[in-house]
């Protein structure tokens, strides 16, 4: 789905992710879950675009839901997969620490995971291979993202600045729908390692410059990074 010049979004409010359409080749952020190969798929016809076309995808983080795809690219097509230096033995290996699930509601949590199983996300596929980033690098792919720690909701969680797509990508340093309660709105992650790490990490991209706010769940919201920590602690 195209958001905006340049923006598109694969999957829906549950699990999204999104793609990087410039002249010079296409940039992925996450990998959503196994079966958005699919969606991948669809978009780039639709681009009439190849995988061929991708230069590298970059993880917001290692966690099952954020790098589906991302083996199958990577060993498939040679894409390069990105992810911050912290979170590469969790995309690895898919270990973590156990962490509260926080509330609940029975439809929604149903709804989360029969989505997953539908798109074969009970079978993470792990990457073998990955390219460590950190804090501050701009990445020599299309659209030059720009990488800003956001640890918390993991160690290595970081959010992806593209100025050319009027974007922020925070991957779940927030959420703008609660996957376990239904809930829609700006409002914190859940399954999220350190809470207030993750609400202090919102100050880190104040100061950037952007129309877009893109969650791994949740619709895309349109606002300015200036405002996302004081309505986030808000809620």
């Given amino acids: 789905m195209k958001l905006a010049p340049h923006l598109h979004r694969l999957g829906n409010d549950i699990v999204a992710c999104y793609l990087i359409d410039t002249p010079e080749g296409i940039t992925l952020i996450d990998a959503g879950l196994p079966g958005h190969w699919r ?14 076309d991708i230069r590298g995808l970059v993880l917001t983080h290692g966690d099952s839901d954020h790098i589906g795809f991302a083996e199958r690219l990577r060993r498939d097509h040679g894409v390069p997969v990105f992810v911050h230096a912290a979170d590469a033995d969790r995309t690895r ?32 596929r792990y990457v073998s291979e990955v390219t ?20 918390g909701h993991s160690p290595g969680s970081v959010a992806v600045h593209v100025p050319l797509a009027d974007a922020v990508f925070v991957g779940d340093a927030l959420t703008t729908r609660h996957v376990l309660t239904g ?8 399954f999220t390692d350190d809470p207030t ?21 949740g619709a ?16």
């Fill in 39 to 52: 969606d991948l798929q669809r978009e780039l016809r639709l681009l009439d675009k190849s995988v061929d």
């Fill in 93 to 124: 290996t898919g270990e973590k620490p156990k962490v509260a699930f926080g509330p609940m509601r029975f439809a929604a949590t149903l709804g989360f995971f029969a989505y997953s199983i539908r798109k074969n996300g009970l079978r993470p």
């Fill in 132 to 151: 460590e980033i950190a804090d501050g690098d701009v990445l020599d792919l299309p659209g030059n993202p720009v990488i800003v720690g956001m640890p």
């Fill in 183 to 190: 809930r829609s709105g700006p409002q914190p992650a859940p």
């Fill in 197 to 217: 790490q993750a609400l202090a990490s919102l100050d880190r991209i104040t100061e950037l410059s952007a129309s877009w706010i893109l969650p791994g769940h």
């Fill in 220 to 235: 895309p919201w349109n606002t300015s990074p200036a405002q996302v920590s004081q309505a986030i602690k808000k809620t």
